[in-house]
């Protein structure tokens, strides 16, 4: 029993991988923007911050960068607004905003 559960929990990683492989092969970003990010204290803030712009409809590339407070994401703005994606920061528990060129 336990061996089933467990082959099912490694089908569903495989599965959600493979699924947000396809999904940012299939985004197409027709803008990049710079967020400043507020409240990151290690980079476990900054994978999760990455990990959920990943997630979020229309992103093709996101980086976060601790050191800097800031993320580069690389969206299609058909899908996506730099509003939205300063909830999903703010979803994550963090304060983002447009970042000065």
Do not use: H, W
Request: net charge positive; glycine share 8%.
């Amino acid at each position: 029993m336990k061996i089933r559960i467990l082959l099912a929990v490694v089908a569903g990683l495989l599965t959600t991988a493979a699924q947000a492989a396809d999904k940012s092969a299939q985004v197409t970003a027709n803008t990049t923007n710079r967020f400043a990010i507020t409240g990151m204290t290690c980079n476990g803030c900054a994978g999760g911050i990455k990990a959920e712009l990943k997630l979020a409809p229309g992103v093709a590339f996101a980086e976060v960068s601790l050191t800097n407070k800031l993320a580069i994401v690389a969206y299609d703005t058909n899908r996506t607004s730099s509003a939205k994606l300063i909830k999903v920061i703010k979803e994550a528990g963090f304060e983002g905003q447009l970042a000065k060129p």
